[in-house]
């Protein structure tokens, strides 16, 4: 006991010193009133200024609230008050260590040990929440484990009540290697940063390594604000995918991509820890299913369709049958035999001793069952569509899933798996297909959505199906490919994989074949819907974003794109499609290669991450005015692609800050962000020099009155360029802190404006005056960059 320390706090004497913060030591004492030991808490006396703006009756009176919090996984707060001067809390002893000694003893918890203990703290604070107290503190010192192996939260000193933050002046509260995003910027507290911090707690648990940890706190404060936080690598094998997902989202720097409260986050992990037999999640679509069943086998041709399909399903698949069953099956159809042989015969079979086939046991006997069934079912879906009205969509439609399925084959590095890589990339989009043969109506209506609309916005395919059908596309397909007894490994690869491609070689076979199936489906996409003098640039870019997550070369995409489209033209030939000089599909058949004037060739863009302050980041030299039109043209349509193919919000906003910066030659772009009480833009990530630390400074304050000049340009949503920032027009207009941080002689705003309010800001600025000069032309390009922007976080919150 030091001499400062008296041995004695009102009726409590202190035993034992048990550990020692920055603004608090805790000791072991006496209660002789109720004769048991408790903890005491008490504050340092030069401790008091550091709780600014509050005094130590604040300090108290949220430690009072907290003392009405009980809880089984929260350490109750006897008392608080002040004796001599001196503040302390009274509290529960618990006699176990903290979960931060446990960590440090070993061994590191399994997961399922790990998600148990989370699962405790959660609950803990899903009690305090309920209360409307934020912890701010939330780590691994902070909870202590009883004797039973419990955890229980404790230090709920700086906690905040939500009711009352919206008087609380900004301030940075909390440990720096487990503070929030937001409370780093001196957000008002809110219960998503106790899920940020239990997100890096579980994080840590499960790597046994810090998340964010810097010997400079205030690095750690930053990094909190300008870095994606990820779980590491090397994690056990009790840890997979569906679990990192759940740390991960815990873990997302922008509070609307985090579980929205403690309590659907610990409703995730429970579920994860002890999964329960669910319905069939397709349970919901049955009835909008059945409905459309219905009107399909209104059509006289569907019965038809599905029972082709599903009997040469069963006997492909069938050990018992034999080559004669299924050249019989086929011989029923005429038609359907006539064409399989023309295929047969072209010069894309002769390697398999094709050529001169007259019969269908020949071929089958040649060709194997897998690819004779591959071309079977490919030929009824055209045979369907024949005598359709729209028969020109609906040939480009086929085309279109037949050159997917050609570069599925192509593509696929196993032999015994090719074939089956052909039928599940044809069959991916078969909710699109069937829509397209039995509802043309609703088609359209669909294509309506997805198109931009006057102010550049659209829905994503899967959403405006949804809308239009009562269920997704591929819910649709899904659902009909089990009514034909499609076999799970085919209906796997028709369920389109989410997010970005890996970043490294899928290993497991079905999962590859998923997306093998997408690049090749988003492949054709592209192929059918862009001028031929622009599709080699963006066949290049996709092979880039797919070529490490499928083990293949960037080059072999362009060979397959050769050669399916030799194969294609070969079948159009034997089939006699007629194809009209104004159609798409005449797209698939030309041959890929780049344009003279192909600036996505030259420049090529993707997610430009920040650099860490110790890299060197070259400012680009500025561009002649034609170069610069084309550099923002061709960005413009990649994030257009990128939205279509592979969205992730980060990353489109990240395309879209180093179109500007490489193209205007400027010194550093930032994208700027509202809070979540909608009164401040805040730099969230950046471009260029010195953004790392620049961007959180960025601060626009909406509400102040007068308004400074940003403000003024967010509220009006006024496109701004500044061509002198010390013209003194300008420069009594402007805050001081841009002043003395940003030192711009010149800069450019474009506000971004949802629903008639301010929602971000993309700032960029040159050090020299006059040295950015934009046309029409380039202020059109800045304005549809802008509005990718908007667009993206639509695309993000639906």
């Keep these: 006991m030091t001499d400062d320390t008296p041995p004695e706090l009102g009726r409590f004497r202190l035993l034992q010193r048990l550990g020692e913060g920055a603004q608090a030591t805790v000791w072991l004492a006496h209660d002789p009133l109720l004769d048991r030991e408790v903890a005491v808490k008490l504050l340092k006396t030069q401790a008091v200024d550091a709780t600014a703006p509050g005094t130590v009756d604040e300090w108290l009176h949220e430690a009072r609230a907290v003392s009405r919090l009980t809880h089984p996984n929260i350490v109750p707060v006897f008392e608080a008050d002040t004796q001599g001067g001196r503040s302390y809390l009274v509290f529960e002893y618990v006699s176990g260590g903290t979960l931060s000694e446990r960590l440090r003893a070993g061994p590191r918890p399994s997961a399922a040990e790990a998600v148990t203990l989370m699962l405790g703290v959660l609950d803990g604070l899903v009690a305090a929440h309920?209360?409307?107290?934020?912890?701010?503190?939330?780590?691994?010192?902070?909870?202590?484990?009883?004797?039973?192996?419990?955890?229980?939260?404790?230090?709920?000193g700086i906690a905040a009540r939500v009711s009352s933050a919206a008087n609380q002046p900004s301030r940075v509260v909390g440990t720096p290697g487990y503070i929030s995003p937001e409370a780093a910027a001196g957000a008002v507290p809110h219960p998503q940063m106790d899920v940020f911090a239990a997100a890096i707690v579980l994080a840590e648990m499960l790597s046994g390594q810090r998340l964010n940890y810097d010997p400079d706190p205030w690095r750690a404060v930053q990094r909190a604000q300008t870095t994606d936080l990820e779980l590491?690598?090397?994690?056990?094998?009790?840890?997979?995918?569906?679990?990192?997902?759940?740390?991960?989202?815990?873990?997302?720097?922008?509070?609307?991509?985090?579980?929205?409260?403690?309590?659907?986050?610990?409703?995730?992990?429970?579920?994860?820890?002890?999964?329960?037999v669910e319905p069939d999640a397709d349970a919901q679509d049955a009835p909008v299913l059945d409905f459309l069943?219905?009107?399909?086998?209104?059509?006289?041709?569907?019965?038809a369709l599905s029972d082709a399909i599903a009997s040469i399903q069963r006997l492909t698949q069938s050990e018992n049958e034999s080559l004669a069953s299924l050249s019989n099956e086929i011989l029923k159809d005429v038609a359907l035999t006539q064409k399989l042989l023309r295929l047969i015969n072209t010069a894309a079979y002769r390697h398999t001793g094709g050529g001169g086939i007259s019969t269908v046991s020949r071929a089958v006997a040649l060709i194997g069952f897998a690819g004779i069934r591959n071309l079977a079912l490919s030929l009824v879906l055209l045979e369907r569509m024949e005598n359709k009205g729209h028969a020109q969509r609906l040939r480009e439609d086929f085309l279109r899933s037949l050159m997917a399925a050609s570069l599925a084959r192509e593509l696929c590095l196993n032999p015994r798996e090719a074939e089956e890589a052909f039928l599940g990339a044809m069959l991916h989009h078969l909710g699109r297909t069937l829509t397209e043969f039995y509802f043309p109506e609703e088609a359209d209506a669909v294509r309506r959505l997805v198109s931009p609309a006057d102010d550049g916005l659209a829905a994503s395919e899967a959403a405006a199906s949804a809308q239009v059908l009562g269920m997704s596309y591929?819910?649709?397909?899904?659902?009909?490919?089990?009514?034909?007894?499609?076999?799970?490994?085919?209906?796997?690869?028709?369920?389109?994989p989410p997010g970005e491609a890996p970043a490294?070689?899928?290993?497991?076979?079905?999962?590859?074949?998923?997306?093998?199936?997408r690049a090749s489906n988003e492949m054709a996409d592209l192929i059918l819907q862009t001028p031929p003098d622009q599709a080699y640039a963006k066949v290049k870019a996709l092979a880039q974003r797919y070529s490490r997550a499928l083990g293949i070369r960037p080059e072999s995409?362009?060979?397959?794109?050769?050669?399916?489209?030799?194969?294609?033209?070969?079948?159009?030939?034997?089939?006699?499609?007629?194809?009209?000089?104004?159609?798409?599909?005449?797209r698939l058949l030309a041959p890929l290669a780049p344009a003279a004037q192909d600036s996505l060739t030259a420049h090529e863009l993707a997610p430009t991450m920040v650099m860490e302050r110790t890299q060197a980041i070259a400012a680009p030299q500025p561009q002649p005015q034609q170069q610069v039109a084309e550099l923002l043209a061709a960005g413009v349509q990649e994030i257009t692609d990128a939205m279509v193919n592979s969205f992730q919000l980060n990353g489109v906003l990240r395309m879209?800050?180093?179109?500007?910066?490489?193209a205007l030659g400027l010194r550093r772009v930032i994208f700027c962000l509202r809070d979540g009480r909608g009164q401040t833009l805040t730099g969230r990530l950046g471009v260029g020099q010195d953004v790392e630390r620049l961007a959180p400074l960025l601060r626009v304050e909406l509400t102040q009155q007068p308004p400074d000049l940003l403000a003024a340009v967010c509220i009006k949503g006024a496109d701004t360029l500044i061509q002198d920032a010390r013209a003194p027009n300008v420069a009594a207009r402007l805050p001081a802190w841009f002043k003395g941080e940003m030192q711009a002689q010149s800069f450019l705003l474009l506000p971004l404006v949802l629903k008639g309010a301010p929602l971000g800001l993309i700032y960029a600025d040159h050090a020299e005056a006059g040295a950015v000069q934009l046309g029409e032309k380039e202020l059109s390009l800045l304005r549809t960059l802008r509005n990718q922007a908007v667009m993206a976080f639509r695309q993000a919150s639906g």
């Design 130 to 156: 309920a209360a409307g107290l934020v912890h701010r503190d939330l780590k691994p010192s902070n909870v202590l484990m009883d004797a039973r192996g419990r955890p229980r939260v404790m230090d709920f």
């Design 232 to 276: 590491p690598s090397g994690l056990g094998r009790d840890v997979d995918d569906a679990l990192r997902a759940i740390v991960q989202r815990g873990l997302a720097r922008d509070p609307d991509a985090r579980w929205p409260s403690a309590t659907q986050m610990r409703d995730a992990l429970a579920a994860w820890l002890r999964p329960v």
């Design 293 to 303: 069943l219905r009107r399909m086998r209104h059509k006289s041709d569907f019965p």
């Design 474 to 496: 591929e819910a649709l397909g899904l659902g009909v490919a089990k009514q034909w007894g499609l076999p799970e490994s085919l209906q796997r690869s028709m369920r389109r």
């Design 504 to 517: 490294k070689h899928v290993d497991e076979a079905p999962e590859r074949q998923r997306w093998l199936a």
């Design 557 to 586: 995409f362009e060979e397959a794109a050769d050669t399916a489209r030799q194969r294609l033209t070969q079948v159009t030939e034997a089939l006699e499609l007629r194809l009209p000089q104004n159609s798409r599909a005449q």
């Design 656 to 662: 879209i800050l180093e179109t500007i910066y490489r």
